[in-house]
């Protein structure tokens, strides 16, 4: 059943009258009355507040890019509107309209909304857990959010699918060659096969094979910074490590900005499932996860700017020294300003020197499993690569989905790198076949018809073999995400950043002020229990340094 079926209670909770004037005293404005059908918040809108219903009603509709509409829920006395959008002043992702009788509602914008579920445990409580199971009800029913048009297993489209999804946002997909609406427009708007996929905005706007960045814009998801600003705590990258130093910097009053250039949770948001995480017996995905902690950092008010790619750390520059406050530069728009920086970027998954790898990403190769990449390859015969634990849950994750999946590891087997459970997992799945002492020594295909087949190369005996496929996930180690930072900090040869010059301050690297944190700092544990741990502690030497220069603003 749909979750809106199974926790409505939750998802629109009915506050008592006590909760109703607990939560008057953090409105941001005064009550206003709305005409039956006149709209009091719209699909699309910034900053458009949360509403508390006094009296009448407000019916909640979500919309999608193709202007189709639907009702989600009519909300009454002691019902508040919104969902985790509105903690952030991010765009709207459903339409309010006052019902027949009208509606007297008093509004809560982001900060004082923020105000409400920090400064009350229990409503906050209450408001949050509704406002997250609105999110999820959204992207699991469809029908809201953008619709992207094109072939379901096309590069660009899987691209922007995976960007949304991992970005918790509901997009709808139409088939362009199959699904009768999806054709009838691109007939309709004589769109070239090489400009699709199509991508319609709840706003009505209509992009054509967007990147990342425009679907964003197009969404609202980028914020505006003000160049003028200086932050507290600038935070580059948005993974466990960054979310978690988010979390607690901006919780202890800092102002906080995160930037990652792609989706929050870094390489953990794409695992299927963390079963060794504390707290979590039974496991958790990497995206449940992230989600989790990426909504507790809106809600302590850190600013979140994805997808925005820093391009450099400027530290020294003789034509413009400013104030010494670090500057992070963009590939596009003015630069950002803060008074401490905190190195969170991560690491990539090391790629295999192949002529023509490039060719296959999205088109068959894949750096992470998701249900994305799991619907594209379910019932067919599959190739993984990798020995270690992120290796080990995708081929979980993947086994029960595929035909065969074959595991290619270079090694002697998994015992040097992967967890226990792990591996006595894969050796219980039938399908999974392990090939050691093996690698890939070439890939088969093109762009257009994608991966067709790959040969691999035992590296004992020398013989070579070949598999048809056309579905391969590699997960062969990790290369830090540092190439903004040369020039500025220390790096060790492999380019992981070094730290703990000074014993007091154990994360600050070289450059005083910056500290590195997570799978990017040199000598850290590859985990993300130890990730988290680092981005809780790391704050402890930010207020350090700020009470040491004068400058903490909390």
Not at 30 to 52: C, K, Y
Not at 144 to 172: K, M, W
Not at 432 to 444: D, G, K, M, R, S
Not at 520 to 526: C, I, M
């Amino acid at each position: 059943m749909a979750i809106i079926d199974t926790r409505r209670d939750q998802m629109f909770p009915v506050l008592t009258p006590a909760q109703v004037e607990t939560a008057m005293r953090f409105a941001s404005g005064e009550p206003r009355r709305f005409a039956s059908g006149e709209t009091i918040f719209e699909v699309g809108q910034r900053h458009a507040p949360s509403w508390l219903v006094l009296e009448g009603a407000i019916e909640v509709v979500r919309r999608d890019g193709r202007g189709h509409e639907s009702t989600i829920a009519v909300e009454t006395v002691g019902q508040i509107s919104g969902e985790v959008s509105q903690l952030a002043g991010r765009p709207s992702l459903a339409t309010g309209r006052a019902g027949p009788a009208g509606a007297r509602v008093v509004p809560f914008d982001a900060p004082h909304l923020r105000a409400l579920v920090i400064g009350s445990a229990d409503l906050g409580e209450t408001v949050m857990r509704a406002f997250i199971l609105r999110r999820v009800a959204l992207i699991e029913a469809g029908g809201s959010g953008s619709v992207l048009i094109g072939r379901p297993d096309a590069p660009d489209l899987v691209r922007l699918q995976e960007f949304l999804t991992r970005n918790g946002y509901p997009v709808t997909m139409l088939d362009a060659s199959s699904d009768a609406e999806g054709r009838e427009l691109v007939d309709r708007l004589a769109v070239r096969a090489d400009e699709l996929p199509l991508m319609l905005c709840p706003s009505g706007a209509m992009l054509k094979r967007p990147s990342e960045a425009q679907a964003a814009a197009c969404l609202g998801i980028t914020p505006e910074l003000d160049p003028e600003r200086i932050y507290d705590v600038a935070v580059v990258g948005a993974g466990p490590a960054g979310l978690a130093a988010a979390v607690y910097a901006a919780s202890e009053g800092l102002s906080v900005l995160v930037l990652d250039q792609g989706a929050f949770g870094g390489q953990a948001g794409a695992s299927a499932r963390i079963e060794n995480y504390l707290g979590f017996p039974t496991g958790i995905s990497g995206q449940a996860l992230a989600g989790r902690a990426f909504n507790q950092a809106q809600k302590f008010g850190a600013e979140i700017a994805l997808p925005l790619e820093v391009r450099r750390l400027v530290c020294d520059d003789p034509v413009d020294p400013g104030d010494g406050v670090p500057r992070l530069e963009f590939a596009a728009g003015p630069p950002v300003r803060s008074r401490t920086v905190v190195i969170a970027s991560g690491a990539r998954y090391r790629r295999p020197d192949i002529a023509n790898l490039d060719d296959f990403d999205d088109a068959g190769i894949s750096y992470w499993a998701s249900p994305v990449e799991a619907r594209l390859c379910e019932g067919e015969t599959i190739a993984l690569v990798g020995g270690g634990n992120s290796a080990g849950q995708a081929v979980v994750f993947l086994a029960p989905r595929v035909k065969r999946l074959h595991l290619i590891v270079r090694g002697p087997g998994l015992g040097v790198s992967m967890s226990r459970y792990l591996i006595d997992r894969i050796a219980a799945l039938p399908n999974v076949e392990l090939h050691a002492h093996t690698q890939i020594v070439a890939l088969e295909g093109d762009r257009a018809q994608g991966l067709t087949a790959v040969r691999f190369r035992d590296r004992v005996s020398g013989r070579a073999h070949r598999r048809d496929l056309r579905h391969l996930f590699l997960f062969i180690g990790a290369e830090p995400n540092t190439a903004w930072l040369r020039g500025c900090v220390d790096l060790d040869a492999k380019g992981f950043v070094l730290t703990g010059a000074k014993p007091d301050l154990p994360l600050q690297t070289s450059l005083p002020g910056v500290f590195a944190i997570g799978d990017v700092r040199a000598g850290s544990t590859k985990r993300v229990a130890a990730a988290v741990g680092e981005g809780a502690a790391v704050v402890a030497q930010i207020h350090r340094v700020l009470a040491t220069r004068g400058d903490l603003s909390a």
